[in-house]
């Protein structure tokens, strides 16, 4: 069935509005990594402080990665998105009174529960608004944001911390939020107060009918899926990647390679934008496999173990290598496989189950990643602390990608029954 004029236009308001609030999300998540050494000097923070303090953010955002998802399912996209835009809006705002440790890490831990339901949210939009074989498209665009939002960091951010400050930079970043979400909720709508027909209703969800999904509205019968936990774990090394490089990347740049703080935010840009063609690179993978016979789970999957391998071999190349253009190429490389990976297991869920449950689907995928994005500042900074080097820490970073390929490859299959067939194992 052809998507009507109200459909089309409102499938386009959803992903520019997706697009821009996710990439207003990393900015918001970059700015404490953006200033990273004048905000370390300021409040006199070790290394290891440091590490923890960038650690909070992915730790509140995990344990709220559950009661989002079933918030998210339960009153609708529209609602759950624009609250959280607001309330991590203010987050950020109020990080730029902050005056110690404690009072910053309380901060950035509402930030991470007001961002919660960001991605979760996001992703219900594509499964309410696209049919089930051409999902992974717009949430590979999506969430390219995700990489196009730190891409776009250090420049934006560098300038505001060199010309007035980092206060004043978390500030308009914080502004910058809460305007995006008065438009989210102004101009969004779920298919129900759309105004669209129910037969376009129905045609929307028809793909779904078939597919049982994992979590049968609990979360028990979900844990008990291999393929469940195949994705979490995984996903966990995915954002352990990408966090590690989104959080350490200007500081490691500074330290390690040598360049000034500005030089170091500007060049930090190329390896993000790298990240944001990579992200924006899955859906056409995916769409490829596809179309030449993959399963819509394979077509995500098989990338995605792919550039978990190429982002250890480029992440071991940067620990080893001498020169900062070698260096940041290969980072750049990194960077794009992570992302690349991460779109595509962004994409598994919604190509795993229907849009009435995606999100909690999501949010246990998203417990595993949280997990690993913080753990990948909180051991970065208590290695470099220890040895003085950041070599040992991408080489850890290298071991846990690899393991990570490994996870997705043994434990994430086909579910019989999924698409109403049964299917064999991958």
């Known amino acids: 069935m052809q998507a009507s004029p109200r459909a089309r236009r409102m499938r386009i308001i959803a992903l520019s509005l997706l697009v821009v609030a996710g990439t207003v999300n990393y900015l918001d998540r970059s700015a404490l990594s953006i200033g990273n050494a004048p905000i370390r000097a300021d409040l006199h923070l070790s290394d290891t402080e440091m590490g923890l303090l960038l650690s909070v953010f992915e730790a509140a955002y995990g344990i709220a990665q559950i009661p989002a998802g079933l918030l998210v399912d339960r009153v609708g996209a529209h609602r759950a998105l624009g609250a959280s835009l607001l309330v991590w809006s203010a987050a950020q705002v109020a990080s730029a009174f902050s005056s110690g440790l404690g009072g910053f890490a ?88 759309a105004g669209i027909g129910a037969e376009e209703r129905a045609a929307l969800l028809a793909q779904d009918q078939g597919a049982p999904p994992p979590t049968a509205g609990r979360l028990a019968p979900l844990l008990r899926e291999p393929t469940s936990w195949g994705m979490a774990l995984g996903f966990g090394g995915v954002i352990y990647l990408t966090w590690l490089y989104g959080t350490w990347l200007p500081d490691y740049l500074q330290r390690a390679r040598h360049l000034s703080l500005a030089a170091a935010g500007l060049w930090t840009a190329v390896p993000q934008f790298c990240g944001f063609l990579g992200a924006l690179s899955s859906g056409l993978f995916a769409r490829l496999l596809i179309g030449r016979g993959a399963t819509p789970l394979m077509g995500c999957k098989l990338p995605l173990i792919a550039g978990m391998v190429v982002t250890a071999a480029c992440t071991a190349g940067a620990a080893l290598v001498h020169g900062v253009g070698p260096a940041i190429a290969l980072v750049s490389a990194a960077l794009f496989a992570a992302s690349l990976a991460s779109s595509c297991g962004w994409s598994m869920a919604a190509i795993a189950t229907g849009p009435d449950r995606v999100a909690t689907l999501e949010a246990v995928q998203n417990v595993g990643g949280s997990i690993g994005g913080a753990l990948a500042p909180l051991v970065t900074g208590a290695i470099v602390g220890a040895t003085g080097s950041f070599t040992p820490a991408l080489l850890l970073a290298a071991v846990v990608a690899l393991l990570s390929a490994l996870v997705y490859a043994l434990l994430v299959r086909e579910r019989a029954g999924l698409h109403g067939a049964a299917v064999a194992a991958t």
């Open 106 to 193: 309380a901060a950035r831990a509402a930030l991470g529960v007001g961002e919660s339901p960001m991605y979760l949210g996001g992703t219900k939009v594509c499964s309410n608004w696209f049919v089930r074989d051409r999902r992974a498209w717009p949430i590979g665009l999506f969430n390219a944001s995700s990489a196009l939002g730190p891409a776009l960091a250090p420049p934006l951010l560098t300038a505001l911390l060199v010309a007035f400050g980092w206060r004043t930079m978390f500030l308009a970043v914080g502004v910058l939020g809460a305007l995006v979400g008065l438009a989210w909720v102004l101009l969004y709508r779920d298919p129900l107060q």
